[in-house]
């Protein structure tokens, strides 16, 4: 089992197994060429309010897990635009991105390893205090 496993439930676990195979994945190195290369893409932060403010991913917008459903259409009207969504792990962001699938959203993605694996591979954050 790895580190995040043992954080969370098993049934919260098993929710994330379900969704994977009906999303698309996208790992940190290729996020990271996406930025440096200028990609137009929204990168979405789904993390809690204290989580963005602790430090997020330079370029992100932040639009929280409990909301995203809500506040999607407003934010992102277009329903084929390239999303990339990113949590503390990947699991949030996964069923996130199985929502926003549900919801007629075609080109949505969650970063695998989520902000844990763009700061472990020591890529730059951003934090509220500049």
Known sequence: MSEATHRHSAAFVALV???RP?????????????LEGGADFHLVDV??????????????????RGVI???????IPDRDA????????????????ESLGRMGYTGVRSMDGGYRAWTGAGYPVERADG
């Open 17 to 19: 197994d379900a969704a």
């Open 22 to 34: 009906r999303i698309r994945e996208t790992g940190v190195e290729d996020v990271r060429a996406r």
């Open 47 to 64: 993390r809690e309010d204290r989580e963005w403010e602790l430090g997020r991913i330079p370029g992100a917008r932040h639009i929280g």
């Open 69 to 75: 459903e809500r506040d999607i259409e407003r934010l």
């Open 82 to 97: 390239d999303i990339v969504l990113y949590c503390g792990g990947g699991y949030r962001s996964a069923l996130a991105a």
